[in-house]
């Protein structure tokens, strides 16, 4: 089962676009008259410092870590695990539910950074999955999703339990 992600692909996709773009508007900028060569080389520069920038700020800050594949009972769906942390102003957890050999995947939970842990997620069945997370009885920031073909049970546990 392959895990593609596909966020991180098509921003991938978008900025190269930009850049390719910025570099094809200078190049061809040369056969025509010294204003707009100036001018259309001058907007090429900025569009590609500014796709530059964009690109190392994306890669450069917060950290993205994806737990193993966690197979249901007859190893037709996963679900993985994704923390997103943004240093000093937080994070927040997703977990992804991936069946057709993971090329269809949906967003089953969304909470706080490190909310859920490999642990805390047992198939009960094969269309049924039980996912524990941790969380503040006051903030109602966490969301549960029904999958397509694939119940899924959240069960909050308080903060205090957390080991």
């Known amino acids: 089962m392959i895990f593609p992600d596909y966020e991180e692909i098509r921003a991938f996709g978008v900025l190269m676009g930009f850049l390719f773009a910025a570099i094809w508007a200078f190049r061809s900028a040369r056969s025509t008259r010294k204003i707009i060569r100036m001018s259309v080389r001058l907007l090429s520069v900025l ?47 997703s977990v992804e539910l991936y069946s057709h050999y993971g090329l269809i995947s949906e967003k089953v939970f969304t909470g706080e950074f490190a909310a859920v842990g490999p642990k805390d997620i047992r198939w009960v069945s094969n269309s049924e999955v039980s996912i524990r997370y941790f969380g503040s009885l006051t903030k109602a920031a966490e969301t549960c999703n029904q999958a397509h073909s694939v119940k899924v049970n959240c069960v909050l546990m308080p903060l205090v339990f957390r080991m």
Do not use: E, F
């Open 47 to 93: 569009v590609m410092v500014l796709a530059s920038t964009v690109t190392l700020v994306l890669v450069g800050c917060g950290t993205i870590t994806r737990s193993a594949p966690i197979y249901s009972p007859d190893h037709q769906k996963a679900i993985r695990i994704t923390n997103v942390d943004w240093g000093a102003v937080g994070g927040d957890t």
